[in-house]
């Protein structure tokens, strides 16, 4: 009778539940088909795991990096804070006038497009520390672009260069494709999408690399921006600069594909507001003596 009692106060046992477990991830030389696959790939195609922050900070690389050796624009806008600035553009006005010391005193020399290499280096200085660029150049119709060759980039790695900036965010094709070529010669950023737009609004067309690289500066907390070698193509460009041919005029040129005078307006306003921004005397006569 007791046994009796006790099977009927018994509970019956349950089946315990278990969390179902994850099926084990594949590795790396499991793959059937890597060409697919987006691991990090290295130059000899090789995978190679990507580095943690932690990795990061004791191999010197920065936490904020991409992939193709790409930095996160605050890394940028870091390094420039608190320094002297000079962006020098390649006004022929400059031929002669002997300047490359006085550049060269800046702590960062800026340039723009395809000022690589320096032809004329007693009057434009001697190096180029940050390039903002278009990541192209005109085409034989002038109707299209071509990308910036491995040559070209080999040449910006040779002259030490410490900071590429791409005028194209990175979701455009263009910086799609050139970033395999980059692959990590040196530091490189790409501007925000939304700041260019802002930009292309106030000067009604796209603007110049130069105006972009301005205003994109003048976002850090940097101490002087001394603008020099800019002059709306007014005097032209010195022999030898980027992609004009010879007996080309610069000035129209530009005039097709951007707008002059909202420039020239857009620039004015940001000389008088901000009080790092010195400019010489050519452009000092653009922007409030009407010499256009």
Not at 119 to 126: A, S
Not at 130 to 138: A, D, E, T, V
Not at 150 to 172: A, T
Not at 227 to 254: K, L, T
Request: glycine letters at 6%; aromatic letters at 10%; one cysteine or more.
């Amino acid at each position: 009778m007791a046994d009796d009692m006790k099977k009927l106060n018994t509970k019956p046992k349950l089946p315990v539940w278990r969390r179902p477990q994850p099926e084990p991830r594949q590795k790396p030389e499991q793959l059937t088909n890597p060409a697919t696959s987006r691991l990090p790939m290295s130059r000899t195609g090789k995978w190679k795991p990507p580095l943690s922050k932690r990795d990061k900070r004791k191999s010197g690389k920065s936490p904020l990096t991409y992939d193709f050796g790409r930095y996160a624009e605050s890394e940028f806008i870091r390094d420039i804070s608190r320094k002297r600035l000079i962006i020098v553009g390649p006004a022929a006005y400059l031929k002669g006038m002997a300047l490359g010391k006085y550049i060269d005193s800046f702590d960062y020399i800026v340039r723009v497009n395809h000022a690589i290499p320096i032809d004329y280096p007693e009057d434009y200085g001697t190096r180029t520390d940050i390039l903002y660029h278009i990541m192209s150049r005109r085409n034989l119709r002038n109707t299209e672009k071509k990308l910036i060759s491995k040559e070209e980039i080999q040449e910006w790695e040779d002259h030490g260069l410490k900071w590429l900036v791409s005028r194209h965010d990175f979701f455009s094709r263009r910086v799609r494709e050139m970033s395999p070529r980059i692959n990590g010669a040196f530091p490189w950023i790409c501007i925000r999408a939304h700041f260019y737009t802002r930009m292309r609004q106030a000067v009604k067309r796209s603007p110049n690399t130069g105006l972009v690289a301005i205003a994109h500066m003048l976002t850090s907390q940097l101490t002087e921006l001394q603008i020099i070698g800019f002059d709306f193509y007014r005097s032209g460009v010195y022999p030898g600069y980027g992609d004009f041919r010879r007996g080309e005029e610069a000035q129209s040129v530009n005039q097709h594909w951007h707008d002059t005078q909202s420039q020239v307006d857009y620039l004015r306003k940001v000389s008088t507001r901000d009080p790092r921004v010195k400019i010489d005397d050519t452009l000092n006569k653009i922007l409030f003596g009407g010499e256009l």
